[in-house]
């Protein structure tokens, strides 16, 4: 015969004949004692120690199941908790960079505004000192040179046609 395992207090011991369950005549006595304080009668019991058993292995297959499936579940909760906190940092990073553009992008419109600005006030000057050319050499009798007379013809002034009004001198 085989070693077995008492049912009572799960001692390893040889049994005398196949049928025994406990190592012990004392370890019987205090499972016949616990049934009979349980209303249990030794039918059922031996029926509920079986049943409880196999449902005890199934149980436990039950349980390392779940083990597994939640070491999975916290190793996949890991790497997303990582990707996530990768994900934050670049979100963090490309709203700095956006930061620093929105900045330069204000810096370059203020500067465009004021070349606008400045290149306008340029024109008027250009054009008043123009006027002032024209009406000096009118005035004086002097023609202007064919170079000069293509830039004022390109910007639409004629300055063979006569104004009437004041001299600007």
């Given at each position: 015969m085989t070693g077995k395992n008492c049912e009572e207090c799960s001692t390893s011991f040889e049994p005398s004949r196949k049928s025994q369950r406990f190592c012990s005549v004392r370890c019987a006595n205090r499972r016949r004692d616990r049934r009979r304080r349980h209303g249990e009668s030794s039918a059922k019991a031996a029926e509920a120690d079986t049943v409880g058993a196999f449902?005890?292995?199934?149980?436990?297959?039950?349980?390392?199941?779940?083990?597994?499936?939640?070491?999975?579940c916290q190793r996949r909760l890991e790497t997303l908790q990582s990707k996530l906190r990768s994900q934050s940092c670049e979100i963090d990073r490309l709203e700095a960079e956006n930061s620093e553009l929105r900045q330069s992008n204000n810096v370059l419109q203020?500067?465009?505004?004021?070349?606008?600005?400045?290149?306008?006030t340029n024109v008027q000057d250009l054009a008043h000192i123009a006027a002032w050319l024209v009406s000096l050499a009118n005035a004086k009798g002097v023609a202007l040179d064919s170079a000069t007379l293509r830039i004022l013809e390109r910007r639409g002034w004629n300055p063979s046609k006569r104004r009437s009004g004041p001299s600007p001198l």
């Open positions: 449902r005890h292995d199934e149980l436990r297959a039950v349980q390392r199941q779940l083990e597994n499936k939640t070491k999975i203020a500067e465009v505004i004021r070349l606008k600005r400045a290149q306008r």
